[in-house]
């Protein structure tokens, strides 16, 4: 870290200020540049103070040099930047924004089109349309919530209507616009795509930055406790471990240890207690962490450790037909073989294979099993799997 980074974003004014001084009146891009690398290892105050401080710089005379910022993306800064530049716009800027966001490099339409959802110019709608499955997270978010604040309609309904797409990653872009757009209406939707879909951990973790677990398990406890069962099993190889601290697993799973126990809660706190046992039992998961995601793990897992269930078969055994939006997690909890062959029959061809492979795992798999899930597979790509195993 540079002298004059330091001085930025120290506590003592005599330091700081000369040098935001300089930062915005010399446009000194470099150090903006080390600012914004330095991102991950600022903490969030800091970054706030550092922001509050360049604001204070910004006048009628300057806020132009901020244009020259634009080519280093941070979301730290955006609001600061954008709102200076919204507070002293004209038809110039617009103008020179609209160039920027069809010409310029990604980090700079991500700013444009931020600065759209304040200057609400007709012009940018095509552009914010373009960009907005734009493999740039952040640029393809701005144009989202940008759409929405300008009420265009039409491009949530096209997102709408990818849901229904064959494509595993083309419904998952769906769902990133719905998120960023903002509107609740599209919960319901997108909790049928995760029912259908191969990316359903994926899309479970999107979906609550649009809604939260809270609100799904009042709304409907079945489809919350889906939505809670899929970012279960995501946790440490899809979804950070930080978004158990995001999605406040801890009080959710407080919540359901204190509640009426149903065999579809108690599948999906047995499947938690697996999951948080390995994460803490395996450096690797938790290596790299910070010490509040490592302690929010170990206290997950402590919580979750209280589970102790007298009838824990019997509540699994409820879940072990096709029709449960559970029966996947409960195969891997069950050790009774009659129940995992009556799904063989099933006419979901992954739950067979699924089943087959529980079987195998057992070693209770016999040669009358293939046949019989052989007899219910049309799937060639699943057949051979099964003559495989």
């Known amino acids: 870290m540079s002298d004059k980074l330091k001085k930025l974003t120290g506590k003592n004014p005599k330091d700081f200020e000369p040098v935001a001084y300089s930062l915005i009146n010399n446009c000194d891009i470099e150090l903006f540049s080390e600012l914004v690398s330095k991102e991950d290892f600022l903490f969030d105050f800091v970054k706030q103070n550092v922001a509050t401080r360049l604001a ?19 979301p730290s800064y955006e609001e600061f930047i954008v709102s200076t530049l919204v507070k002293y716009a004209d038809e110039d800027l617009t103008d020179r924004m609209l160039e920027l966001f069809e010409n310029g490099t990604d980090e700079e339409k991500t700013y444009c089109a931020k600065f759209f959802s304040y200057i609400q110019d007709p012009l940018a ?26 009420g265009d309609v039409e491009t949530y309904n096209k997102a709408l209507n990818k849901l229904n797409s064959n494509d595993d990653f083309e419904k998952l872009d769906a769902v990133k616009f719905l998120v960023s757009y903002g509107n609740k209406k599209a919960v319901p939707n997108i909790i049928e795509t995760i029912k259908t879909s191969n990316l359903s ?5 999107e979906l609550l930055y649009l809604t939260d677990l809270f609100e799904l398990l009042n709304t409907n406890k079945r489809d919350g406790l889906f939505v809670l069962n899929n970012i279960i099993n995501g946790l440490g190889e899809i979804l950070g471990l930080a978004q158990s601290l995001d999605f406040q697993l801890y009080d959710i799973f407080d919540m359901l240890l204190n509640n009426t126990m149903t ?27 910070t010490k509040d995601v490592k302690q929010e793990i170990y206290d997950i897992k402590n919580l979750l450790e209280s589970l102790n269930l007298k009838e824990k078969d019997s509540l ?72 495989a195993i």
């Open 201 to 205: 951990e994926n899309i479970a973790g």
């Open 125 to 150: 709608i095509d552009l914010l349309k373009s960009n907005a499955y734009s493999e740039n997270s952040a640029l393809s978010s701005n144009c989202a919530s940008t759409l929405a604040a300008m």
């Open 316 to 387: 699994i055994n409820e879940q072990l037909t096709e029709n449960s939006l559970f029966v996947f997690t409960a195969i891997e909890l069950t050790s009774n073989i009659d129940m995992i062959k009556n799904l063989l029959n099933s006419k979901n061809q992954t739950l067979v294979l699924k089943a087959l492979e529980k079987l195998k795992e057992l070693n209770k798999l016999t040669i009358e099993d293939k046949n019989t899930a052989l007899s219910n597979i049309s799937d060639e790509n699943i057949k051979n799997i099964i003559q």
């Open 263 to 289: 065999s579809e809660t108690a599948v999906v706190l047995l499947n938690a207690k697996d999951k948080f046992e390995t994460l803490t039992e395996n450096d690797e998961y938790l290596f790299d962490e």
């Open 56 to 74: 204070k710089v910004c006048n009628e005379k300057n806020y132009l040099n901020l244009l020259k910022f634009l080519k280093f993306y941070s």
